[in-house]
Nanobody, 121 residues
């Protein structure tokens, strides 16, 4: 099996920045998409940003121009640079990867444990 190990969450004032990182715990045959989702109590988990293997990206409208997703394929790591953070960005952020562990596997979704991001006003 594989784990997605997240880091970088924390408490920041409005207008500040944080950088989230997520790495796989072992080598992987193929990683297709990697992305970040977030969830607040009582709400569904929502997409924040995703990056596919070719490098194309997609962002939620609410974070466009403020957040940047990137990946390092040599390290099986995805990053989320979050600038101009606002209190409404407060949530638990989850890393997601659609990957194939071995050549004979079909792509499957894996999730990180979540990291808390709190933005104070």
């Amino acid at each position: 099996q594989v784990q997605l190990v997240e880091s970088g969450g924390g408490l920041v004032q409005a207008g500040g920045s944080l950088r989230l990182s997520c790495a796989t715990s072992r080598s992987i045959h193929v990683i297709n998409n990697m992305g970040w989702y977030r969830q607040t109590p009582g709400k569904q988990r929502e997409l924040v940003a995703v990056i596919v293997s070719g490098g194309s990206t997609n962002y939620a409208e609410s974070v466009k121009g403020r957040f940047t997703i990137s990946r390092d394929n040599t390290k099986n790591t995805v990053y989320l640079q979050m600038n101009s953070l606002q209190p409404e960005d407060t949530a638990v952020y989850y890393c997601n990867a659609k990957l194939r562990l071995y050549p004979w596997n079909s792509p499957a979704d894996y999730w990180g444990q979540g990291t808390q991001v709190t933005v104070s006003s």
